[in-house]
Nanobody
Framework: QVQLVESGGGLVQPGGSLSLHCAASGSIFRVISMGWYRQAPGKQRELVADSNAGGAINYADSVKGRFTMSKLNAANTVLLQMSSLEPGDTAVYYC??????????????WGQGTQVTVSS
């Protein structure tokens, strides 16, 4: 079993900053990739940022220059630093990861989600 635990959501004013933290634990053989997605009310879930197998990080155009994702490989942890937040960033943010649980078996895992609300 693999678990992804997120923390760090909350309420922030427009223009403010917030950081989200996600840690993967359990039967992890090797992490392929980790990233963040978000889902606003009435909208589909969308990519925020993720890392590919080579370690490069890909950002959604809407967050480029404002959000920074960093991955702590040794700790199977990913951090999303968000700045210049806008009301349009309000959503439930989900951590996602593709993980090998043994040398040949991998699957996609999701965290429970953490609410980010940008409002004055």
């Amino acid at each position: 079993q693999v678990q992804l635990v997120e923390s760090g959501g909350g309420l922030v004013q427009p223009g403010g900053s917030l950081s989200l933290h996600c840690a993967a634990s359990g039967s992890i053989f090797r992490v392929i990739s980790m990233g963040w997605y978000r889902q606003a009310p009435g909208k589909q879930r969308e990519l925020v940022a993720d890392s590919n197998a080579g370690g490069a990080i890909n950002y959604a155009d809407s967050v480029k220059g404002r959000f920074t994702m960093s991955k702590l490989n040794a700790a199977n942890t990913v951090l999303l630093q968000m700045s210049s937040l806008e009301p349009g960033d309000t959503a439930v943010y989900y951590c996602a990861a593709r993980i090998y649980t043994d040398y040949k078996t991998w699957d996609e895992y999701w965290g429970q989600g953490t609410q980010v609300t940008v409002s004055s």
